[in-house]
């Protein structure tokens, strides 16, 4: 069974009324839910725990690490991040949510600003499926139509994707890149734009579809992690001594 830790700020939950009638249990609890009722071993984890509950107990437990965040980003420890950052070249899975675009996390796997284009109007987005055959995108049809979302617009500051699953456009006008996979050292990272915290998105049962193949996806595979500096000779090598 995949072990599955989501990571929320839980900021916006408690320090807003319209938000926490929305999520009740924070965004981080409505996620686990449904992760939970897949099937997955789910726990979760939050900003304002010790360590922000990713001790290195936690993340050596955790096969997928789903991330939501969005207006603490300067509060996350480097110190927590460079031990997410080394699971993740080890071969933990990563599933990046909505702002979490923003996270100390992913600017670091990225090595851009991750910077973007938005909008908070409500908008109609539809997520065209651009690679119906990928796992990720299993169980979804041409496309996933929101009543409501922020708007995400390119330019995207990013690498470019190893795989570009979804392309979201806004009845606004403006497209996106709106799910990408990347993968760094043994780690694999899903991105998925989808989540603002004032609108259900997390309640959609195709967003949920999607988050849950992205954690199987996401599932490291069962190699072990490189070794690298000095490595002895596999052959003999025949020496010539020049005189």
């Known amino acids: 069974m995949v072990k599955v830790t989501v990571w929320n700020e839980y900021r916006h939950e408690r320090n807003d009324d319209k938000i926490a009638a929305v999520y009740p249990e924070g965004i981080h609890g409505q996620i686990a839910s449904f992760l939970k009722d897949a099937g997955l071993d789910v726990r979760t984890a939050t900003l304002d725990e010790p360590e922000h509950?990713?001790?290195?107990?936690?993340?050596?437990?955790?096969?997928?690490?789903?991330?939501?965040?969005?207006?603490?980003?300067?509060?996350?420890?480097d110190e927590i991040v460079d031990r997410v950052h080394?699971?993740?070249?080890?071969?933990?899975?990563?599933?990046?949510?909505?702002?979490?675009?923003?996270?100390?996390?992913?600017?670091?796997?990225?090595?851009?600003?991750c910077d973007l284009k938005w909008r908070e109007a409500g908008e109609k987005e539809r997520l065209w499926v651009m690679n119906p055959s990928h796992p990720i995108a299993e169980g979804i049809g041409e496309y996933i139509e929101l009543e409501h979302e922020e708007m995400y617009g390119t330019h995207f500051d990013v690498p470019a994707p190893d795989e570009l699953i979804f392309v979201g456009w806004f009845e606004g006008g403006n497209v996106f890149p709106s799910g990408s996979t990347y993968r760094r050292g043994n780690g694999k990272i899903f991105y998925f734009q989808p989540g603002h915290e004032s609108y259900p998105t997390y309640y959609h049962p195709e967003i949920q579809k999607v988050i849950v193949n992205g954690v199987n996806w996401c599932e490291p595979t069962k190699r072990a992690y490189p070794v690298y500096g000095r490595s002895q000779e596999l052959e003999t090598i025949k020496r010539e001594v020049l005189l």
Not at 53 to 69: F, I, M, Q, R, Y
Not at 86 to 113: A, C, E, N, P, Y
């Open 86 to 113: 080394q699971r993740v070249l080890q071969g933990m899975g990563l599933v990046v949510l909505h702002s979490g675009h923003m996270s100390k996390i992913f600017m670091k796997l990225m090595g851009t600003s």
């Open 53 to 77: 509950g990713l001790t290195e107990e936690v993340l050596n437990n955790t096969d997928v690490l789903v991330w939501w965040g969005h207006i603490a980003h300067k509060e996350v420890s």
